[in-house]
């Protein structure tokens, strides 16, 4: 029988290996194998639980400090000349900690970009948290960078566009590569990395006008690395590939699949159809069809369209334009379920009871063939009374059954709980030459809803299959959110008067229990969002510790495989475990699945952040002619060198600079998330209404500044005031930190 450590050797053991803290690395050194995994599992979350360790996705470690050695990304020097870093993983609470870089004089150069391995020393009593020393420069690829060129005498200089640099590059005159004054280049390091002056760069690409409306999401692309073009033979491999007939494959053309998406939609990937069930064991039941596009069909592993699907691990989508993972011959021709053309599909067949739980499912490759590409709006308004030519005809054979399901499906939702966020999704609306013309929030109708459900049930198929099968896989994980952030939580909640239940094992239906006290309040939005910065992120994996989010044990991504490379893998697993043909799961694919789910997730992340950042250009953009106009908003972020504003309206996110607010010196509280003034002992904190006005708008990069008005209609204090009515900002005394402190402890006791 294995033997499972005790609590204090697995503490002993994560102290003296740093490095080597995920749960494999774990079992490993104990020898734990088999069900015996379980065990230990159950210990790292009770050690957890109790403040001992911080989980972070797999690997634990002690909560609020960064490991002694640590992966750390360099940033340029700032203008003492100190090379200061940030961790390339933080998940503490309040601002990431800030590490300066103590070189030796063995140390090779270290510049902007540089990612490093270094052995940390916690301080105290400066301006930054961490010292670090260097062990070893990981990658020495060339810097690159996006901006806009500025011609010189000497050749020219590039602006960079990225919010958080500020540094220009010089460029020589032979390396301008012809561009022109105020064109938007990408340049890459040219030399070694200088740790004085500007750093010199080359212009490798041309990239034209930076105010031009189709720039903005252009520049997303380019800064965040996301490949746009496909290679040629990835483009030939794609059009050489004939539709996929009947042979070997159920015929399904005779069932009214329909396609339900936005109206703007490139791709149609999903199809379904229900039917009461005919089943008398049944009564009240229904029987839901759904039809994913067989990519798996088209795109073989090891091929060349397989590559570079997995190198770019997901579709990336912009409001102007989207950067497909699969080539358009595929993904809006032959792997689109168009409607009247037959498509290769992977269905599922599921059976619920009346109350809505699924009571059995079956997998099927077939061929089908849709009656209707349908939209949200004209399925909703056919369900509401108001039919049109295309949805008429279709509405008590196909519309009015789907819905019925539907509404065995809630049941079944409402007892399981899962987290009921309510985050209205932005759309921002441009004109036909690019520009913004409006910024909206998304309807929330009940078909958007009844797709969602279908696609999860099906999601939740494909995933039990395949562990009954014991067929590899890759699941979707949301792991349970981390004891740091949930007191976070708590804390804001607390402040807003609500209350949020402590020393229990949490479920979603205890935060849904929260935001359902916060809605229809002023206090509603910040709850929400202050919910979601407490979930862990989802990630992709080979082990299946459930998804916290959905309230589900089991989750697969099987329904998207025409922008989702993860889909495809499972569509993959399905036809190994089915034995449906030569294109499944490879064994070579499995031994590295783990390597295949943590490059994905990082793709994912990369596309999230691309669409975030164009997100906030169009907003800059939008508001850029507004300049100098107040506007009303909600502070959603409190930080050591500002605080942040989300705006009425657009809902963009705009900086306060802590130099411009008020006239004293503010004390950042990060265990409190509060700023407070040192003369007024006024206090700042989430959720406050604010009044500012708009400063600044930078399209090219994103950035919005603002200046503080008021805060919940009162107008700022100012402190005491110098002779020029602003008193100097300096940093309090000790004695006065003390006398500081003091009043906040009081304050919270209230």
């Keep these: ?103 030796r004089a063995s140390d090779p150069a270290l510049g902007a970009g540089d990612r490093i391995l270094a052995r940390l020393t916690l301080v105290s009593g400066q301006d930054y948290h961490y010292e ?27 602006v960079p566009v990225s919010k958080g640099t500020d540094r220009e590059w010089s ?140 190198k770019r691990g997901n579709s990336t989508y912009f409001p102007d334009r989207v950067v497909p ?79 019925a399901a539907y509404a065995a499906l809630l049941k079944a939702r409402k007892l399981r709980q899962p987290l009921e966020l309510d985050l209205p999704e932005r759309q921002i609306v441009l004109d036909e030459d690019g520009t913004v013309s409006s910024v909206n929030f998304k309807d929330r109708l009940d078909a958007h809803k009844l797709i969602e459900e279908f696609m999860v049930l099906a999601n939740v198929a494909a995933a039990e299959t395949l562990i009954a099968k014991s067929q590899p896989l890759l699941f979707r994980v949301h792991e349970e959110p981390a004891q740091d952030k949930l007191d976070s939580l708590r804390e804001v909640a607390h402040a807003a008067g609500l209350n949020m239940a402590k020393g229990q094992v949490l479920k979603t239906a205890h935060l849904n229990r929260l935001l359902a006290q916060a809605r229809d309040t002023d206090d509603a939005e910040l709850i929400n969002i202050s919910t979601l910065r407490s979930m862990t992120q989802a990630y992709y994996g080979p082990q299946n510790f459930g998804h916290f989010g959905l309230a589900l044990k089991s989750y697969a991504h099987f329904t998207s495989p025409i922008r989702r490379y993860a889909d495809l893998i499972v569509h993959r697993a399905l036809i190994t475990a089915y034995g449906w043909g030569k294109d499944g799961l490879r064994a ?58 989300k705006l009425d309206g657009s809902g963009a996110d705009g900086l306060v600079p802590m130099r411009s607010i008020g006239a004293e010196y503010f004390h950042f509280d990060r265990e409190a998330n509060t700023l407070m003034g040192s003369d007024t002992g006024m206090v700042i904190s989430l959720g406050q209404r604010a009044t500012v006005r708009l400063t600044e708008a930078v399209p090219v990069t994103g ?38 402190k003091t009043k906040r402890k009081v304050s919270r006791k209230r």
């Excluded at 004939?242 to 070997?248: F, I, N, Q, S, T």
């Excluded at 109350?355 to 061929?367: A, C, D, P, T, V």
Aim: proline fraction near 7%; charged fraction near 30%; include cysteine.
């Design 703 to 740: 950035g919005v500044a603002l200046e503080l008005l008021a805060l919940d209609g009162k107008s700022l204090p100012k402190g005491r005031s110098s002779p020029a009515g602003r008193s100097p900002r300096r940093k309090p005394t000790k004695a006065k930190r003390r006398t500081d």
């Design 588 to 645: 070579e694919d499995v031994e590295v699945l783990e390597k295949t789910g943590t490059h994905i997730s990082d793709t994912e992340r990369r596309s999230m952040m691309a669409e975030r950042d164009t997100t906030d250009r169009y907003l800059a953009a939008y508001l850029s002619e507004r300049v100098g106009d107040e506007m009303e908003g909600r502070v959603a972020g409190i930080a050591k060198f500002g605080i942040f504003v």
């Design 325 to 403: 993972m699969l080539p358009d011959r595929l993904s809006g021709d032959l792997c689109s379920l168009h409607e009247g053309v037959p498509r290769a599909c992977i269905a599922v067949r599921m059976q619920i009871d009346a109350q809505g739980e699924k009571i059995g499912h079956s997998f099927h490759r077939g061929l089908m063939r849709s009656p209707a590409s349908l939209n949200y709006e004209e399925v909703q308004a056919a369900i509401d009374g108001t039919s049109n030519e295309r949805t008429k005809p279709l509405l008590e054979p196909v519309l009015q059954p789907l819905y």
């Design 171 to 310: 460029v020589a005159a032979d390396a301008t590569g012809g561009a022109k004054d105020g064109e938007l280049v990408e340049a890459e390091q040219a030399g070694p990395k200088s740790r004085i002056g500007l750093q010199r760069a080359r212009v490798v690409d041309r990239l034209g006008d930076p105010s031009a409306p189709k720039a903005v999401s252009l520049i997303a692309i380019h800064e965040h690395g996301i490949p746009d073009s496909f290679p040629d033979e990835v483009v030939a491999e794609a059009d050489a590939k004939p539709p996929v007939g009947l042979k070997g494959r159920e015929d399904l053309r005779d069932m009214p699949l329909v396609t339900i998406d936005p109206w703007d939609a490139r791709d149609h990937d999903d199809a379904c159809y229900a039917h009461a069930d005919d089943d008398p064991k049944n009564k009240g039941g229904h029987i839901i069809w759904v039809a994913i596009a067989d990519v798996a069909a088209y795109v073989t592993p090891g091929s060349a369209l397989d590559r570079e699907a997995k």
């Design 1 to 103: 029988m294995t033997r499972i450590p005790t609590k204090p050797e697995i503490l002993d053991w994560i102290a003296a290996n740093p490095t080597l803290t995920a749960k494999r690395d774990i079992a490993k050194a104990f020898g734990i194998k088999g069900a015996a995994r379980i065990d230990l599992k159950r210990l790292l979350k009770e050690l957890a639980n109790e403040g001992h360790l911080e989980k972070r996705k797999k690997s634990y470690n002690d909560p609020d400090r960064l490991p002694p050695v640590s992966v750390l990304l360099v940033n340029a020097p700032d203008d003492d000349g100190d090379l200061f870093a940030r961790p390339m993983e933080w998940h503490g609470a309040g601002v990431e900690p800030k590490i300066l870089i103590i070189a």
């Design 132 to 158: 670090a020393r260097l062990i070893r420069r990981i990658g020495t690829n060339p810097a690159r960078l996006l901006g806009v060129f500025r011609k010189t005498a000497e050749g020219g200089r590039i």
